[in-house]
């Protein structure tokens, strides 16, 4: 049973459009929730997270919603820029552990 | 970076060989994590590490997997008797000042 679900296996924007991926999970009780950005052969970089006790947190172009009613939360990339193209996965954890649960991501392509 | 390096970054190795691979983290974090990422899936968590001690290693697959950091940073992971469905990408990673994990650039390894 998978608890971090992203459901769209790819993506692809205009650059300079908004980039909109999302995350839904199942566990309630996590409470961090992470993105992460992989090129291919690297390690996973970490881009932005987000604590349960918000619903939004911003960084430069990167903004993280989170809605804990509707278990979902998304990552959005204004204006999107060629070299955002990468696979995006959410990861989520609970307090009571240290383990990361990530989703099996989402393609960005962004087109020039 | 982010302050974790692993060697070798490919190893290509033959079905029933023994591998180690290793992590090396910058020093003053006592919390190591190492994942698997099979092709088109997120990381998958395998153990954690505080300090010397493994205090999670509920995510090794079976018992041919094993890991060490004997003196509290370097870790090596073990597989013994290989497997083709053990290739895949090893990572590591540090636990940052918050809740946050930085990875390495990872191993990815191939059994033949």
């Known amino acids: 049973d998978q608890q971090v679900k992203q459901n769209s296996p790819s993506l692809s924007v205009q650059e300079g459009r908004i980039s909109i991926l999302n995350c839904d999970y199942t566990n309630s009780m996590f409470d961090y929730f992470l993105w992460y950005k992989k090129y291919p052969a690297e390690g996973p970089t970490f881009l932005i997270s987000i604590s349960s006790i918000k619903d939004k947190n911003e960084d430069g172009r990167f903004t993280v919603f989170l809605n804990k009613s509707a278990k979902h939360l998304s990552l959005h990339i204004v204006p999107s820029q060629p070299g955002d193209s990468a696979v995006y996965f959410c990861?989520?954890?609970?307090?009571?552990?240290?383990?990361?649960?990530f989703g099996t991501g989402t393609r960005l392509k962004v087109l020039a | 970076g982010a302050g974790v390096s692993q060697t070798p970054s490919n190893k290509v190795t033959e079905k029933g060989k023994y591998v180690e691979l290793r992590c090396d983290p910058i020093s003053g974090h006592t919390a190591l994590y190492w994942y698997r990422q099979s092709l088109g899936q997120g990381p998958e968590f395998l153990i954690y590490?505080?300090?010397?001690?493994?205090?999670?290693d509920s995510g090794l697959p079976n018992d041919r997997f094993f890991a060490v950091r004997p003196e509290g940073s370097v870790s090596t992971l073990k597989i013994q008797r290989t497997e083709r469905g053990d290739s895949a990408m090893y990572l590591c990673a540090r636990h940052g000042v918050t809740d946050t994990q930085y990875f390495g650039p990872g191993t990815r390894l191939t059994v033949l």
């Open positions: 590490f505080q300090g010397t001690g493994a205090a999670d």
């Open positions: 990861a989520a954890s609970d307090a009571g552990t240290y383990k990361y649960i």
